[in-house]
Protein backbone atom coordinates (compact mmCIF):
# COMPACT_ATOMS: atom_id res chain seq x y z
CA UNK A 1 0.00 0.00 0.00
CA UNK A 2 1.34 3.56 -0.59
CA UNK A 3 -0.34 6.88 0.54
CA UNK A 4 -0.42 9.31 -1.80
CA UNK A 5 -0.69 13.18 -0.92
CA UNK A 6 -2.37 15.07 -3.89
CA UNK A 7 -1.64 19.36 -3.63
CA UNK A 8 -3.07 22.00 -5.90
CA UNK A 9 -1.27 25.14 -4.74
CA UNK A 10 -3.04 28.46 -4.45
CA UNK A 11 -2.80 31.96 -2.86
CA UNK A 12 -5.98 32.19 -1.22
CA UNK A 13 -6.90 28.37 -0.63
CA UNK A 14 -4.48 25.37 -0.91
CA UNK A 15 -6.27 21.99 -1.60
CA UNK A 16 -4.76 19.13 -0.41
CA UNK A 17 -5.85 15.06 -0.80
CA UNK A 18 -4.37 12.14 0.26
CA UNK A 19 -5.57 8.47 -1.20
CA UNK A 20 -4.00 5.10 -0.71
CA UNK A 21 -2.99 2.79 -3.72
CA UNK A 22 -2.52 -1.12 -3.56
CA UNK A 23 -0.46 -3.34 -5.43
CA UNK A 24 -3.14 -4.11 -7.62
CA UNK A 25 -3.93 -0.15 -8.36
CA UNK A 26 -7.38 -0.02 -6.33
CA UNK A 27 -7.93 3.31 -4.59
CA UNK A 28 -8.59 3.96 -1.25
CA UNK A 29 -9.81 7.78 -0.17
CA UNK A 30 -8.02 8.56 2.96
CA UNK A 31 -9.00 12.34 3.87
CA UNK A 32 -9.10 15.58 1.50
CA UNK A 33 -9.67 19.79 2.20
CA UNK A 34 -7.98 23.02 2.00
CA UNK A 35 -5.95 25.33 3.72
CA UNK A 36 -7.59 28.75 3.73
CA UNK A 37 -5.31 31.24 4.09
CA UNK A 38 -6.93 34.37 2.30
CA UNK A 39 -7.69 35.74 6.13
CA UNK A 40 -4.01 36.38 6.94
CA UNK A 41 -2.90 39.86 7.30
CA UNK A 42 0.11 39.31 5.21
CA UNK A 43 1.23 37.61 2.44
CA UNK A 44 4.21 36.02 4.03
CA UNK A 45 1.85 34.96 6.81
CA UNK A 46 -0.17 33.12 3.87
CA UNK A 47 3.02 31.28 2.84
CA UNK A 48 4.26 30.31 6.40
CA UNK A 49 0.34 29.08 6.79
CA UNK A 50 0.78 26.92 3.95
CA UNK A 51 3.88 25.30 4.97
CA UNK A 52 3.07 24.54 8.40
CA UNK A 53 -0.54 23.47 7.80
CA UNK A 54 0.68 20.67 5.15
CA UNK A 55 3.55 20.05 7.15
CA UNK A 56 1.16 19.11 9.90
CA UNK A 57 -0.98 16.78 7.47
CA UNK A 58 2.33 15.24 6.38
CA UNK A 59 3.32 14.34 9.87
CA UNK A 60 0.28 13.36 10.80
CA UNK A 61 -1.16 11.32 7.68
CA UNK A 62 2.53 10.27 6.35
CA UNK A 63 2.45 9.44 2.72
CA UNK A 64 5.47 8.14 1.16
CA UNK A 65 4.94 10.21 -2.20
CA UNK A 66 3.51 13.40 -3.60
CA UNK A 67 2.00 14.93 -6.54
CA UNK A 68 1.28 18.96 -6.91
CA UNK A 69 0.17 21.13 -10.30
CA UNK A 70 2.20 22.44 -11.94
CA UNK A 71 2.17 26.44 -12.17
CA UNK A 72 -0.23 27.55 -15.47
CA UNK A 73 0.49 31.49 -16.89
CA UNK A 74 -2.25 33.18 -15.74
CA UNK A 75 -3.24 36.62 -17.22
CA UNK A 76 -1.99 38.57 -14.24
CA UNK A 77 1.51 38.33 -13.85
CA UNK A 78 0.90 39.39 -10.24
CA UNK A 79 -1.58 36.39 -9.47
CA UNK A 80 0.82 33.39 -11.42
CA UNK A 81 3.72 35.15 -9.03
CA UNK A 82 1.73 34.70 -6.03
CA UNK A 83 0.64 31.19 -6.93
CA UNK A 84 4.07 30.42 -7.58
CA UNK A 85 5.20 31.72 -4.15
CA UNK A 86 2.40 29.44 -2.70
CA UNK A 87 3.61 26.51 -4.65
CA UNK A 88 6.89 27.25 -3.59
CA UNK A 89 5.91 27.19 -0.24
CA UNK A 90 3.89 23.73 -0.58
CA UNK A 91 6.53 22.15 -2.10
CA UNK A 92 9.25 23.15 0.71
CA UNK A 93 6.83 21.82 3.44
CA UNK A 94 6.33 17.92 1.99
CA UNK A 95 10.22 18.11 0.83
CA UNK A 96 11.39 19.57 4.31
CA UNK A 97 9.66 16.02 5.38
CA UNK A 98 11.86 13.59 3.12
CA UNK A 99 8.70 13.46 0.27
CA UNK A 100 10.28 13.63 -3.31
CA UNK A 101 7.28 15.86 -5.42
CA UNK A 102 6.06 15.01 -8.75
CA UNK A 103 5.19 17.60 -10.90
CA UNK A 104 1.60 17.51 -12.96
CA UNK A 105 0.70 20.23 -15.70
CA UNK A 106 -2.96 20.92 -15.39
CA UNK A 107 -3.88 18.96 -18.56
CA UNK A 108 -2.17 15.83 -17.64
CA UNK A 109 -4.94 15.72 -13.95
CA UNK A 110 -7.58 16.19 -16.64
CA UNK A 111 -6.72 13.55 -19.34
CA UNK A 112 -5.98 11.20 -16.48
CA UNK A 113 -9.19 11.77 -14.49
CA UNK A 114 -11.68 13.18 -17.01
CA UNK A 115 -10.12 11.40 -19.87
CA UNK A 116 -9.58 15.10 -21.96
CA UNK A 117 -7.07 17.27 -21.16
CA UNK A 118 -10.12 20.45 -21.42
CA UNK A 119 -12.22 18.74 -19.35
CA UNK A 120 -14.06 21.30 -16.68
CA UNK A 121 -13.76 21.34 -13.11
CA UNK A 122 -17.18 20.34 -12.37
CA UNK A 123 -16.20 16.80 -14.33
CA UNK A 124 -12.59 16.45 -12.49
CA UNK A 125 -14.91 17.05 -9.29
CA UNK A 126 -17.94 14.52 -10.25
CA UNK A 127 -15.35 11.70 -11.22
CA UNK A 128 -13.28 11.94 -8.78
CA UNK A 129 -16.18 11.13 -6.84
CA UNK A 130 -16.81 8.25 -8.81
CA UNK A 131 -13.34 7.23 -8.83
CA UNK A 132 -12.52 7.01 -4.51
CA UNK A 133 -16.90 6.51 -3.99
CA UNK A 134 -17.49 10.09 -2.06
CA UNK A 135 -21.08 10.96 -2.06
CA UNK A 136 -21.87 14.90 -2.06
CA UNK A 137 -20.30 17.68 -3.57
CA UNK A 138 -16.41 18.36 -2.98
CA UNK A 139 -14.76 21.46 -2.47
CA UNK A 140 -13.01 22.40 -5.94
CA UNK A 141 -9.45 22.83 -4.32
CA UNK A 142 -9.86 19.46 -2.32
CA UNK A 143 -11.44 17.54 -5.70
CA UNK A 144 -8.07 18.76 -7.90
CA UNK A 145 -5.83 17.79 -5.08
CA UNK A 146 -7.42 14.84 -5.07
CA UNK A 147 -7.21 14.42 -8.54
CA UNK A 148 -3.54 15.25 -8.91
CA UNK A 149 -2.75 12.14 -6.28
CA UNK A 150 -5.41 10.30 -8.42
CA UNK A 151 -2.98 11.27 -11.20
CA UNK A 152 0.48 10.03 -9.53
CA UNK A 153 -1.18 7.04 -8.62
CA UNK A 154 -1.64 6.00 -12.31
CA UNK A 155 1.60 7.37 -13.94
CA UNK A 156 3.53 5.48 -11.00
CA UNK A 157 1.80 2.26 -11.94
CA UNK A 158 1.70 3.36 -16.14
CA UNK A 159 5.89 3.80 -15.37
CA UNK A 160 5.99 0.40 -13.50
CA UNK A 161 4.59 -1.43 -16.32
CA UNK A 162 6.44 -0.04 -19.15
CA UNK A 163 9.57 0.35 -17.14
CA UNK A 164 10.83 4.11 -18.29
CA UNK A 165 11.64 7.36 -15.68
CA UNK A 166 9.05 9.68 -15.45
CA UNK A 167 11.17 12.28 -16.91
CA UNK A 168 11.29 10.38 -20.49
CA UNK A 169 7.92 10.14 -20.16
CA UNK A 170 6.85 13.64 -21.35
CA UNK A 171 9.85 15.26 -22.66
CA UNK A 172 8.87 19.09 -22.39
Known amino acids: MTRILGIDPGSQRTGFGIIDVDAAGKLTHVCHGAVAVAGEDTFPLRLKRIFDELAA ?35 CAVAARGLAVHEYAPTEIKQAVVGSGRGDKSQVQHMIGVLLGLKGPLQPDAADALAIAVTHAHTRASLARVGIPRTAWRRR
Open 57 to 91: IVESHRPAECGIERVFMARNPDSALKLGQARGAAI
